[in-house]
């Protein structure tokens, strides 16, 4: 008891000292305004949270996150302004303890700080998604979603946890594309799965967040800390393994797949052009960011989609039949691809607006000045945590009409005017983005086409409220629907599109 009182009155006075000695080093900036209170972390809903704060400070104020100062951007022009306008000052990312831990000495794009290595590494990584596929992602994509369908049909009719489905999909979609078609087993879809769950229950743990915020607890035992460890270790060895099996196999000028173009990417680099050296050990770590960045995002926008559409089955029927006038029975389906999603506006317009309503990644990541800067009039410090309110942003009363409602046909008004920044902007954009504008396009498409969706039976709709328990992702809560095949309902037999 008397231990823990000395340590809470120790870390009362370092903090105390912290923030007065900030304090004094900032005295003649001008700084955007501070929020009183230290416990923002603990509220429920927080990007909605941070927005309302907006109404008394305007859309950029200082707050604390636990011990840490931030300053967040809660409108579309702030958020443009430093992401676009001023892309290096606010490229860099904190490195606190637990990027440390699982990005490997931060060899890592999502985590590691802005360096000229890191834009080599992300360049690449990038490439081997647009080029390094073969002819294009779009096949593969088509392929597995196809056979996904095939899966959710044979269940006709039964309540299926979709969620779940989408998760599998989108993680044999990032097995595929990264290791190549000799990925056959599903073994190995599932295991890649069971792994990137394991690890974002881990790290998504109260015992790890808590060390960010309070590191010297880290000496203290924690049962927390030892599961993520091993989350790491078993995360580690099965991208190893794949390592090892394209270095076996893999011809030189040729790759099969992502990581045959990044292995020969990083090979022939050359050390005195570039800025430092990329290392298989970047390969890694590129691989752990598409598993970790490209299945649950993706996976969770198709599940909000379809909770959405739940909601509102007169858009069903609407997108279903723009479906059946642009490629219904007679017209061949093979036909539309994703250059010509312009054939089906309220598909795209729905996307556009789920994205807009439920960016899964609300607050992005923590950006940090990489150099003094300034935002909206306010100076802003070297070093300072910077944190994008996308989700704010795009429920704005300015820009957005009625911004709680969902209204995908905002978006095909003649004065639309915005578009929505669910995937960041700038030098830290979504590196999945194309990847996953693709399939949430692919994956509605063939779904709506196949099936009607139904609530299961009583009729229980999913709630719309994100789920409480999964930190500062948005999530929808468990629930079911029922996928009835329309081939039979509409008399047309079955759909195929090879
Ligand atoms: C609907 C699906 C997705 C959404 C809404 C989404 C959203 C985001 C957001 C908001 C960020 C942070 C931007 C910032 O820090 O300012 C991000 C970063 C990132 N995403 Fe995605 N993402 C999605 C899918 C994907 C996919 C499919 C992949 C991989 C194939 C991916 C890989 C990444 C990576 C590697 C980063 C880090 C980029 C960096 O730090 O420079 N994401 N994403
Ligand atoms: C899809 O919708 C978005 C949002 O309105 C729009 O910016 C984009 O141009 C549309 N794309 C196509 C191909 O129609
Ligand atoms: C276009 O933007 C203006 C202000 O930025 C806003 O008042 C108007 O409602 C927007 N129009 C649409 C259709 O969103």
């Not at 974002?200 to 790890?208: A, L, N, R, V, Y």
């Not at 000496?219 to 030892?226: D, K, R, Y």
Request: aromatic fraction near 8%.
């Amino acid at each position: 008891m008397v231990l823990a009182g000395l340590l809470l009155l120790l870390l009362t006075l370092l903090a105390g000292a912290h923030l007065l000695w900030g304090r004094w080093k900032l005295r003649n900036l001008h700084l955007p305004p501070l929020v009183p209170g230290f416990l923002h972390l603990l509220q429920p809903n927080l990007p909605i949270h941070l927005l309302s704060l907006t109404q008394k400070l305007g859309p950029v104020y200082r707050l604390r996150l636990g011990l840490q100062e931030v300053v967040v951007l809660n409108s579309k022009r702030t958020i443009e302004e430093a992401m676009i306008r001023k892309w290096v000052d606010f490229a860099g990312r904190p490195q606190i303890p637990s990027y440390k831990l699982v990005s490997q000495r931060c060899q890592d794009i999502s985590l590691g700080d802005y360096s000229l290595l890191w834009k080599a590494h992300k360049k690449l990584t990038r490439s081997a998604l647009l080029l390094g596929t073969r002819s294009s992602m779009e096949p593969w994509v088509e392929q597995l979603t196809q056979e996904f369908c095939e899966r959710m049909r044979v269940q006709a009719g039964a309540p299926v946890t979709i969620q779940k489905e989408f998760s599998l999909l989108t993680c044999s979609i990032i097995c595929y594309l990264t290791f190549g078609d000799k990925v056959k087993e599903d073994t190995l879809v599932h295991a890649f799965h069971d792994c990137v769950q394991d690890l974002m229950k881990t790290w998504d743990h109260w015992s790890i967040q808590i060390l960010d915020m309070v590191p010297f607890l880290r000496l203290f035992p924690n049962p927390g800390l030892w599961r993520l460890k091993k989350a790491i270790e078993n995360r580690d060895h099965m991208v190893e393994k794949q390592l090892r099996r394209h270095k076996e196999s893999m011809v030189a000028g040729q790759w099969r797949d992502m990581m045959d173009y990044m292995l020969q990417g990083v090979g022939r680099q050359r050390v005195e052009e570039g800025p430092g050296q990329l290392l298989e050990g970047h390969v890694h770590m590129s691989v752990v960011d598409l598993f970790i960045g490209g299945t649950e995002t993706t996976a969770s926008t198709l599940s909000w989609a379809v909770a959405f559409l739940l909601h509102h089955p007169e858009i069903q029927r609407r997108l279903q039949e723009e479906l059946d006038r642009e490629l219904g029975p007679g017209a061949s389906c093979s036909g539309v691809t994703y250059k010509d999603r312009a054939r089906l506006p309220l598909l795209n317009a729905t996307i556009a607006e789920v994205l807009r309503l439920r960016p899964v990644v609300p607050l992005a990541l923590p950006h940090r000045t990489t150099r003094p800067s300034s935002i909206f009039g306010y100076d802003i410090p070297e070093g300072m945590v910077v944190i994008p309110n996308l989700q704010g942003a795009h429920l704005d009363e300015t820009v957005w009409e009625q911004p709680h409602e969902f209204r995908p046909d905002r978006f095909l008004e003649p004065g639309a005017n915005t578009s929505a920044l669910a995937f960041g902007c700038g030098a830290r954009v979504c590196l999945g983005e194309s990847l996953a504008r693709l399939e949430l396009f692919v994956v509605l498409l063939r779904l709506l086409q196949a099936f009607t969706l139904l609530p299961p039976p009583g009729g229980a709709l999913p709630s719309l409220q994100p789920d409480p328990y999964c930190g500062v992702n948005l999530k929808v809560q468990p629930f079911q629907v029922r996928l009835q095949p329309r081939g039979v309902e509409a008399g047309l037999g079955e759909h195929q599109c090879q």
